[in-house]
């Protein structure tokens, strides 16, 4: 299944492929001793998409972004920015990029400004345009009134959209985000999202962002590739990936009591393509046909007199995509992750 | 009992997973022991007294094998003949001897005129210890020379002057340059080794490493920063430092622009220095716990609270490749003895070739990605 999602991704979505790609990931390979990180990874972000790499904690998201960003070195495989190849030119590549690691990392003592001023340097944008182009992006993140407040004031979204400023300071053509909202509250998550609508419309930038929320993916991105243990298991449009699952709604539903045979008997239903069982009960049915498989349920239940305690439908979502590609739940993968113990010292190549 | 067994059981697990700060704490005390074991107390040797013989007559020559005797037994001295007696008690305050006996003109005729004949030490007492032993000795030796078992024909009455080379100097005022030191070295381990580390976990240094900053660059610019940091201890230490101990040459402006150098110079070795033992490490603890330990190692072998000349060979070895040793000096010089900067060029020189040589292993070793 593999090798013929890896060909679909290569090609990415149907829609005829006109735009420049801004990015381009042939065969990357990254190695820590013997453990492979990212296995053969292609994959293309055209110009002005916001592209995004979903997948759990662990499965190679930050490697692959890491690799991209220049931060480490790729064992083999290419990957150019911009036609940059960024292990034979990084600078050439480090110029067109912006960045925003997983952590907050702006420094705590400076002020808002002065973290700005020090990228900006860093960057070696002139010395006329610096403050104008400041003055701008503080308007753009919301901060013109925390500019000269010390960063360790600040809250987690305040911070996360400095960090978001910071990238952009010396204008960019390609913003890399990493996981961006992690951590955030949903109200902040939100602001961060418009914030960078924003962005992309003001600046006409290509984004890409790594995300294990499936719903963030879901509303910024315009294509998505899934990641999952180091390799790339889909790659397309959201709703083209949506398309992809058998069946197009969900329905959740939970029963007292259910027979043993249970999830044979509701496979018999007409339309359903997939069932997950998850226990206490609770099923998730793929259906191809929300409203008819639903009426059909309710009246097998009834006849078996299997009480039903809830029940919902929706539409297919990048979670179902997931499981049908991964054969595994992303919110369980994101569970394991807080069992997942670092190893005490990082294997290196 | 549990809940206060549960916190003894969190930091046991803690501390025997942190290979490094179990080290250190069995380390440090041990380095301790005999670092400072060795480094104090011990008697003087091979201290570089100059010998400067202006009679050359056969009274003369009795001197100079009492002179000879004591080094062959004691060791306290390495005798170097001197033509010169200006040149000498030049040498004297410039620090390459820690003293010089003179045996004047006339100095045979006057023993056996039996006319009140005199022979001087003149002594580096900016080091209380260095010319306290020389002055004993030489006491001594010269007591020997008065009053021998066998009874020559002529008997010596020689009488010893010790001319110390500057006023009463306080051991306050000798410990300033090794305080001043260690502020330098505190200030650069705190700046250059701790803040490092922790940026580099905080992630600070992955900002950098995105942006087209050269490792050059980099390098440099965490070096320099490092430095500055120390330039600045080192100057409001001096200031504050002499005004405390009552030492007024840094109000004389060739000395100030001297000592200027030998900080900015100091702070630069000391930096580069920390920055190479740094290079590799990604653990926020170790620097904190090989603090004590390189405190130890290099502050005490430097001559700064007891004199090198009174160490064993190893801790001279130590002492012979510590930027320490030549910072104290350097600062000692120029505190202590008011000599021009030419006095301390070796210091600098050295200094100057320690950065150089620490830097250039440490740009290779840094690595521009994670």
């Not at chain 1, 610096?130 to 503080?138: A, C, M, V």
């Not at chain 2, 069995?26 to 074991?37: E, Y």
């Not at chain 2, 100079?64 to 030049?90: C, G, H, W």
Request: net charge negative; charged share 20%.
């Amino acid at each position: 299944m593999t090798a013929d999602l890896t060909v679909k991704a290569n090609g990415g979505s149907a829609e005829p492929d006109t735009a420049p790609h801004a990015i381009e990931v042939e065969h990357i390979v990254k190695k820590y001793g013997d453990f492979t990180a990212v296995d053969n990874v292609s994959f293309y972000v055209k110009e002005g998409e916001i592209f995004g790499l979903l997948g759990p904690n662990g499965a190679g998201k930050s490697t692959l972004i890491r690799m991209m960003t220049t931060l480490i070195p790729i064992t083999s495989g290419v990957a150019r920015i911009a036609g940059h190849d960024v292990a034979k030119d990084p600078n050439g590549a480090r110029r067109l990029i912006g960045v925003i690691p997983q952590a907050l990392t702006s420094d705590l003592d400076l002020t808002v400004e002065e973290n700005l001023q020090i990228y900006a340097k860093l960057y070696d944008v002139p010395a006329k345009e610096r403050q104008r182009s400041i003055d701008e992006l503080l308007q753009l993140v919301d901060l013109t009134k925390w500019r000269d407040a010390q960063t360790k004031t600040l809250s987690g979204g305040m911070r996360r959209r400095l960090e978001i400023a910071r990238g952009l300071v010396h204008h960019p053509k390609i913003f890399f985000l990493d996981e961006p909202t992690t951590g955030l509250d949903p109200v902040s998550r939100v602001a961060v999202w418009e914030m960078l609508g924003n962005i992309k419309a003001q600046r006409q930038l290509t984004i890409l962002i790594t995300t294990h929320y499936m719903d963030e993916a879901d509303r910024l991105c315009d294509r998505i590739a899934i990641v999952d243990h180091g390799k790339l298991v889909a790659l397309d449009a959201p709703m083209a990936l949506k398309a992809s699952v058998p069946g197009s709604n969900v329905i959740e539903v939970q029963f007292g009591d259910p027979p043993d045979d249970w999830e044979q008997r509701l496979h018999t239903l007409d339309d359903v393509t997939a069932i997950q069982h998850e226990g206490a009960g609770m099923y998730r049915v793929l259906t191809g046909n929300g409203s008819r498989t639903t009426t059909e349920l309710v009246e097998m239940a009834v006849q078996a007199s299997v009480p039903v305690k809830s029940l919902s439908v929706q539409n297919t979502t990048l979670d179902d995509v997931f499981v049908h590609y991964t054969g595994r739940q992303l919110r369980d993968e994101l569970q394991k992750a807080y069992a997942y113990v670092m190893p005490q010292t990082p294997m290196r190549p | 009992m549990n809940r206060m067994m549960a916190i003894v059981e969190r930091e046991m697990r803690k501390f025997f997973r942190s290979p490094a700060l179990m080290m250190a704490s069995m380390i440090m005390p041990l380095a301790q022991l005999i670092i400072l074991g060795n480094a104090f107390g011990g008697k003087i040797h091979d201290a570089r007294v100059a010998i400067v013989d202006e009679d050359g007559g056969p009274q003369a020559l009795r001197v100079r094998e009492a002179f000879d005797s004591v080094r062959a037994n004691m060791r306290t001295f390495l005798p170097i003949n001197y033509d010169n007696e200006k040149q000498a008690v030049q040498d004297v305050r410039n620090g390459k001897l820690q003293g010089a006996l003179i045996i004047p003109p006339q100095f045979s005729r006057r023993v056996y005129e039996e006319n009140h004949p005199r022979i001087a030490v003149v002594v580096d007492n900016s080091d209380n210890f260095m010319s306290s032993a020389i002055e004993d000795e030489l006491t001594n030796m010269v007591n020997d020379l008065n009053q021998p078992t066998v009874e020559p024909r002529i008997l010596q009455q020689t009488a010893l002057d010790i001319v110390e080379m500057y006023p009463y100097i306080e051991y306050m005022k000798y410990l300033l340059p090794g305080s001043l030191v260690l502020a330098m070295f505190v200030s650069v381990m705190i700046g250059g080794g701790m803040l490092y580390i922790d940026d580099k976990a905080r992630g600070v240094h992955e900002g950098y490493l995105v942006t087209p900053i050269t490792k050059l660059e980099l390098v440099l610019g965490l070096n320099s920063a490092g430095a500055i940091k120390a330039v600045m201890t080192g100057v409001i230490i001096t200031i504050i430092g002499s005004l405390l101990a009552g030492v007024g040459t840094i109000f004389h402006p060739f000395t100030f622009v001297g000592l200027l150098i030998m900080i900015v110079l100091t702070a630069i070795a000391f930096n580069t220095m920390m920055f190479l033992l740094m290079v590799r490490i990604e653990d926020p603890l170790v620097p904190r716990a090989i603090f004590g330990i390189l405190n130890t190692l290099l502050f005490f072998p430097s001559g700064s609270v007891y004199p090198v000349q009174a160490f064993p060979k190893w801790l001279r070895a130590i002492a012979r490749v510590d930027p320490f040793t030549y910072a104290v000096d350097g600062f000692k010089c120029l505190l202590l003895k008011e000599t021009a900067l030419s006095a301390v060029w070796g210091d600098i020189l050295y200094l100057t070739i320690f950065a150089a040589i620490t830097l250039s292993i440490a740009i290779p070793l840094f690595k521009r990605t994670l």
